[in-house]
Every structure is written in C-alpha cells, then in structure tokens.
C-alpha cells in the first residue's frame, strides 16, 4: 500500500489549500482515513478523520469549521480543504489509511497502519 499526498505549499493567513492523499495497492474503500500534522519541535497530531464511506467525519478543535476532510473511493483520494488558514497551521502534513473493519474514524495515530510521506504547509502572517 502507498500514500502520496499533495498540495502543500506557502500561502499567506487568511488564504486557502487543498491537500489531497493517493492511495494505491489495495481498494481504497477499506481504509478510514486520517490527516495528521507536525509542527516543528511538536508532536504529531491528529487534525482530520474520516470513515470508510464517508459518513462520518471528525476534527481537532483548532481546525474545527476551517477544515473540511473528503474521500472519493472511486478515485481512491482523501482531501483535506483547508480554508482561513493561520500561521499556526504550519506544518507538515501527513495522510494515513487504516484498514480495521467497521464505520468508524479514528483520531490515535497508533491506529494507522499506512502512512505518506508528508507535504509542508506554511502560512505566513
């Protein structure tokens, strides 16, 4: 199974990206699927979760009416749409797929068997 997430990039606060997560090697639609982030000096955190179907999706609070994780399994990616972003939202940021059975989403990075490489985000002030 691979991951390559995309879309990173320098955006001023205020503005907006769009990261998007390739899967590849297994069908997409077994996997829930995650965005995490890193900061420099930080550990990393759960930002965004989304379940097998799509019907259920979950944020950190921070991130929380900004942020806007979506799947399509039929093109086997995972999204995250990141609006009004803050200085603070500089990291990198990673996809992951967890393929445990069931509709749940998941916000332990211990629960993601399959991780990206990660893409960096920086948003100036």
């Known amino acids: 199974v691979q991951l390559q997430a995309s879309g990173g990039g320098l955006v001023q606060a205020g503005g907006s990206l769009r990261l998007s997560c390739v899967v590849s090697?297994?069908?997409?639609?077994?996997?829930?699927m995650g965005w995490f982030r890193q900061a420099p000096g930080k550990e990393r955190e759960f930002v965004a979760g989304?379940?097998?179907?799509?019907?259920?999706?979950g944020y950190r609070a921070s991130v929380k009416g900004r942020f806007t994780i979506s799947r399509d399994n039929a093109k086997s990616t995972a999204d995250l749409q990141m609006d009004n972003l803050k200085p603070e939202d500089t990291a990198v940021y990673y996809c992951?797929?967890?393929?445990?059975?069931?509709?749940?989403?998941?916000?332990?990075?211990?629960?993601?068997?399959?991780w990206g490489p990660g893409t960096l985000v920086t948003v100036s002030s």
């Open positions: 992951a797929a967890n393929p445990a059975p069931g509709g749940s989403l998941y916000r332990d990075a211990k629960s993601y068997d399959y």
């Open positions: 090697g297994r069908t997409f639609s077994i996997y829930a």
């Open positions: 989304i379940n097998r179907s799509g019907s259920t999706t």
